[in-house]
């Protein structure tokens, strides 16, 4: 790959974003475009401003005439069903995809950004090195793509349940387990990594300085599960065994077997809320990257 840019040398850069049509992809733009940069948009949809060039990440190469920069978010994302046509479709984009966009990008830095969906969980904090594999056809196949990505001496970033402005997933997600006013969790109160999309986007654009490799992404402190979800549905949290819960997920996953539908509780989801995952991010400390934003300045910021 060529040379990176030098930090704070983004003005006037032609950076391609993948993905700018979503939630992270269009963090992303706004942030390079505020940088200064010339943003190029590569999408199924027009991003939130530069220039669109439509990819469909599953069929063509991407056209990044002119780029000096990629930064690669396009994914295929969530909690699919079980079952081999949604495994399909997700390699298709995250592996598939990622093949097409490391050809089209030939020498140009590449920043891939992957999710820390990739990691077993553990009690104990995760370090880069930690044992991968996901759970879930999204989880395997980004681990999948990712190796592809490290291959091609691209830089890699694992973030974890990425929140922000115009979040499609998480805080939605979370809001909609209230019921009877309280909100019902399995098991004890835990420790986990979330990520601000700004400090996300903050990665990126600081990331194609830092030496090939995977940097764990997240806040600069861990939460606790229940008082983040309480603020989140301004509803108490209340605990029921997690037997009772891997019980309902079981139920729920053989549901969405048959109507190929997304489940409403999957074991992967009960794993995100039972297992506290904690991401050590001292590799991208290292490298000058310190992630401002909090859960607390979101709360402040947005009416929830």
């Known amino acids: ?134 759970l879930t056809a999204y989880g395997k196949t980004k681990a999948a793509g990712e190796r592809l990505a490290l291959a091609a001496g691209a830089v890699v970033l694992r973030p974890r349940a990425v929140y922000g402005p115009g979040d499609p997933h998480l805080l939605p997600r979370l809001r909609r387990a209230v019921r009877g006013g309280r909100v019902l969790m399995p098991g004890p109160d835990i420790r986990l990594s979330l990520t601000a999309v700004e400090n996300l986007a903050d990665a990126c654009l600081a990331a194609p300085t830092w030496p090939s490799g995977a940097y764990n992404i997240a806040d600069a402190t861990p939460y606790s599960r229940d008082a983040t979800i309480a603020a989140v549905c301004g509803a108490p949290v209340r605990h029921v065994p997690i037997p009772l819960t891997r019980a309902a997920a079981t139920l729920a996953t053989a549901v969405a077997r048959l109507t190929g539908r997304e489940p409403t509780l999957s074991r992967y989801a009960l794993e995100q809320l039972t297992a506290p995952v904690v991401l050590d991010i001292s590799r991208a400390k290292s490298q000058g990257w310190h992630p401002a934003r909090t859960f607390a300045d979101y709360l402040a910021s947005h009416s929830l």
């Open 1 to 134: 790959m060529t040379t990176p840019p030098s930090p704070g040398s983004l003005r006037g850069m032609r950076i391609a974003v993948t993905g700018a049509s979503g939630f992270c992809g269009a963090a992303v733009a706004r942030a390079a475009a505020a940088a200064g940069a010339h943003v190029l948009c590569l999408s199924r949809r027009p991003g939130p401003l530069g220039e669109h060039r439509p990819w469909d990440a599953t069929r063509t190469l991407p056209d990044l005439t002119g780029a000096d920069l990629v930064l690669h978010l396009a994914a295929a994302v969530g909690d699919p069903p079980p079952g081999r046509a949604a495994a399909a479709g997700f390699h298709q984009v995250n592996v598939d995809g990622t093949a097409r966009l490391l050809e089209a990008a030939g020498n140009r830095p590449v920043v891939w950004v992957s999710s820390a969906s990739v990691y077993t969980p553990s009690p104990a904090p995760i370090r880069e090195d930690h044992p991968r594999g996901g």
